[in-house]
């Protein structure tokens, strides 16, 4: 089955550190740029932080310096590491795999949650 599994969310204080990791059920992992996105209350989503093929990478400027993108081929896993958290952080979290002009792939969400 062609899925997207997000894990590692959770309750953290303000400063804190979590990775998230998404594991993907998916052919041709390795050639298919990955991307983690998040929606917070009352806001669209919004994307946080994309790993393309040559595994260059990207992030929106609110978390520079602060978050880390990586993947793992062999394990067809896609990695975010979250340090220095703030509040503003708290969302729930969505891996996101277009894998074709017309097939788009998303998992379920984890939710991240930065309070005292």
């Known amino acids: 089955q062609v899925r997207l599994v997000e894990s590692g969310g959770g309750l953290v204080q303000p400063g804190g550190s979590l990775r998230l990791s998404c594991a993907a059920s998916i052919s041709f992992f390795s050639t298919t740029t990955m991307h983690w996105y998040r929606q917070a209350p009352g806001k669209e989503r919004e994307l946080v932080a994309t790993?393309?093929?040559?595994?260059?990478?990207k992030y929106v400027d609110s978390v520079k310096g602060r978050f880390t993108i990586s993947r793992d081929n062999a394990k067809n896993t896609v990695y975010l590491q979250m340090n220095s958290l703030k509040p503003e952080d708290t969302a729930v979290y969505y891996c996101?795999?277009?894998?074709?002009?017309?097939?788009?792939?998303w998992g379920q969400g984890t939710q991240v949650t930065v309070s005292s």
């Open positions: 790993i393309s093929t040559d595994a260059s990478t």
């Open positions: 996101y795999a277009p894998l074709s002009p017309w097939s788009k792939l």
